[in-house]
């Protein structure tokens, strides 16, 4: 899987990585019912997200909340709506 080769090849600590890795599985857990039905689109959102999480994360990172809201935020800003629906907000 794509996304586990991005996440594993950063040079993040293990106590950061895993902040990281709780941080993309709570994002997704958000957004995934957007691209239910379409692998390919799920897949590319899925290393979207990864890459939205290391921008987010630092080596000092010690709570995923605060990675997973601004990784959601990039991934709102890069699809810019296209996989909400009128009126929908991205819920964090």
């Not at 590319?44 to 601004?70: C, F, G, T, V, Y």
Request: some cysteine; aromatic content about 6%.
């Amino acid at each position: 899987m794509r996304v586990a080769k991005i996440l594993a090849g950063c040079t993040y600590g293990p106590e950061t990585l895993k902040v990281i890795g709780k941080a993309f599985d709570e994002a997704w857990a958000n957004i995934a019912d957007h691209f239910a039905g379409d692998a390919r689109r799920a897949d590319a959102a899925r290393e979207r997200l990864a890459h939205a999480i290391l921008i987010a994360a630092s080596e000092d990172s010690r709570e995923s909340e605060p990675i997973k809201n601004l990784a959601l935020q990039i991934m709102a800003l890069s699809y810019r709506g296209s996989w909400l629906d009128p009126g929908e907000k991205i819920s964090h």
